[in-house]
């Protein structure tokens, strides 16, 4: 019998909360009365069990409960249903650990490129590495693209859409991927540094596999994905169907669910195929504690079977004059993400900007990769 472990924080009475955690376990397997499972094959192999309660503040206690193995039928849509299904509905409950058997984790790919790919598509093998966002939405394909070309012409790795681009009128999704790929291409041609221009993919399952097959022939190699928007299930299987991409794994609608935000972006995220997770940074406008961006990175980072390590990518009201501090803590295996704050400059000074924010990543991770 294989079985893998789930943990959840659960706000409970300590007299309650023994029931509390076998009703979760109950419900996260055969979701009927124990007294209604006559099988014994089911009351053994199939019902899951409490594995610890264990007491993680006043009226706060981390449950472990082994979920198994055969209930997810290797099956991605299912993975979810089981180890966070109906017990997401229940408000005291938060989703906070993953433990994987091999055989199960094996069925998991993973980052098709990871830290290691990302190095190698950028030609930095030591460095921090660097990523804009191109805002606000709202502007034209020509717009977007003259923005491409300046972000390339400062050196800037990889500059991607604003999650808030799409398909929309006045930026159509095939028209601006091939402005700005042209763009970004003239660019790094006149410098020699290579810069990677990642369009976003949004939409049905159908709508992604078309915008996936114009960025591929137009031969962008990153791009940009909200999986929780998108569908955790259609994010894995587009990965399956174009693992050439690297993939940026924007956070959006992540706060909607009670999952932990390292086992979220750190770990989930990783496990259905996202090479770089971009998360909020401590200090920004909607920010997480520090000690918790610390998690994400360790988690995305963090043995894991066979599984690449995720590159990190902090980001949300990340500011130049933070640059050494963000890479004192996270590292060298980092990607910068700034958006809004480079834009605060325009024309010529908004090239002197990014050039500055690559120089002083560039620099700083020197030191900091020593």
Same mark, same amino acid.
Request: with cysteine; aromatic share 8%.
């Given at each position: 019998?294989?079985?893998?472990?789930?943990?959840?924080?659960?706000?409970?009475?300590?007299?309650?909360?023994?029931?509390?955690?076998?009703? !979760?376990?109950?419900?996260?397997?055969?979701?009927? *009365?124990?007294?209604?499972?006559?099988?014994?094959?089911?009351?053994?192999?199939?019902?899951?069990?409490?594995?610890?309660?264990?007491?993680?503040?006043?009226?706060?206690?981390?449950?472990?409960?082994?979920?198994?193995?055969?209930?997810?039928?290797?099956?991605?849509?299912?993975?979810?249903?089981?180890?966070?299904?109906?017990?997401?509905?229940?408000?005291?409950?938060?989703?906070?650990?993953?433990?994987?058997?091999?055989?199960?984790?094996?069925?998991?790919?993973?980052?098709?490129?990871?830290?290691?790919?990302?190095?190698?598509?950028?030609?930095?093998?030591?460095?921090?590495?660097?990523?804009?966002?191109?805002? *606000?939405?709202?502007?034209?394909?020509?717009?977007?693209?003259?923005?491409?070309?300046?972000?390339?012409?400062?050196?800037?790795?990889?500059?991607?859409?604003?999650?808030?681009?799409?398909?929309?009128?006045?930026?159509?999704?095939?028209?601006?991927?091939?402005?700005?790929?042209?763009?970004?291409?003239?660019?790094?041609?006149?410098?020699?540094?290579?810069?990677?221009?990642?369009?976003?993919?949004?939409?049905?399952?159908?709508?992604?596999?078309?915008?996936?097959?114009?960025?591929?022939?137009?031969?962008?190699?990153?791009?940009?994905?909200?999986?929780?928007?998108?569908?955790?299930?259609?994010?894995?299987?587009?990965?399956?169907?174009?693992?050439?991409?690297?993939?940026?794994?924007?956070?959006?609608?992540?706060?909607?669910?009670?999952?932990?935000?390292?086992?979220?972006?750190?770990?989930?995220?990783?496990?259905?195929?996202?090479?770089?997770?971009?998360?909020?940074?401590?200090?920004?406008?909607?920010?997480?504690?520090?000690?918790?961006?610390?998690?994400?990175?360790?988690?995305?980072?963090?043995?894991?079977?066979?599984?690449?390590?995720?590159?990190?990518?902090?980001?949300?009201?990340?500011? !130049?004059?933070?640059?050494?501090? !963000?890479?004192?803590?996270?590292?060298?295996?980092?990607?910068?993400?700034?958006?809004?704050?480079?834009?605060?400059?325009?024309?010529?000074?908004?090239?002197?900007?990014?050039?500055?924010?690559?120089?002083?990543?560039?620099?700083?991770?020197?030191?900091?990769?020593?």
């Amino acid at each position: 019998m294989a079985w893998l472990t789930t943990s959840y924080l659960i706000d409970s009475e300590p007299e309650r909360i023994e029931a509390r955690a076998e009703a !979760l376990a109950i419900e996260q397997s055969v979701e009927c *009365p124990l007294e209604a499972v006559r099988d014994a094959r089911i009351r053994d192999e199939i019902v899951a069990r409490v594995a610890a309660i264990e007491p993680a503040g006043e009226n706060r206690y981390r449950v472990d409960v082994k979920i198994a193995a055969e209930t997810v039928g290797g099956d991605v849509a299912q993975l979810i249903n089981m180890i966070f299904g109906n017990c997401s509905l229940w408000e005291n409950v938060q989703f906070t650990g993953l433990e994987l058997p091999a055989a199960l984790l094996a069925r998991f790919p993973g980052p098709r490129h990871g830290i290691a790919g990302i190095r190698a598509l950028l030609g930095a093998a030591r460095r921090p590495l660097t990523a804009v966002a191109m805002k *606000p939405q709202g502007m034209r394909v020509a717009e977007l693209a003259a923005m491409c070309r300046t972000f390339a012409l400062a050196g800037i790795d990889v500059i991607k859409d604003d999650h808030g681009i799409a398909n929309q009128a006045y930026s159509p999704f095939a028209e601006r991927v091939r402005a700005c790929q042209s763009a970004v291409a003239e660019a790094a041609a006149a410098t020699g540094k290579r810069s990677f221009y990642a369009p976003h993919l949004i939409g049905t399952p159908r709508a992604l596999r078309e915008r996936a097959r114009i960025a591929r022939d137009e031969g962008v190699r990153v791009v940009l994905v909200a999986p929780m928007v998108v569908g955790l299930p259609a994010f894995f299987d587009l990965v399956e169907e174009f693992p050439e991409f690297v993939y940026l794994g924007h956070p959006s609608f992540g706060g909607a669910a009670r999952i932990a935000p390292p086992l979220l972006f750190g770990r989930l995220y990783r496990l259905f195929g996202v090479d770089a997770p971009i998360f909020v940074n401590y200090g920004g406008r909607f920010a997480y504690p520090q000690p918790e961006c610390g998690a994400i990175a360790a988690e995305a980072r963090a043995p894991w079977g066979d599984l690449r390590p995720a590159l990190p990518v902090p980001a949300g009201g990340m500011r !130049l004059d933070r640059v050494e501090e !963000l890479l004192d803590f996270y590292g060298p295996d980092t990607m910068l993400l700034i958006g809004g704050n480079l834009l605060l400059a325009e024309g010529e000074a908004l090239l002197e900007r990014a050039r500055e924010f690559a120089g002083k990543v560039a620099v700083t991770g020197a030191s900091v990769g020593a």
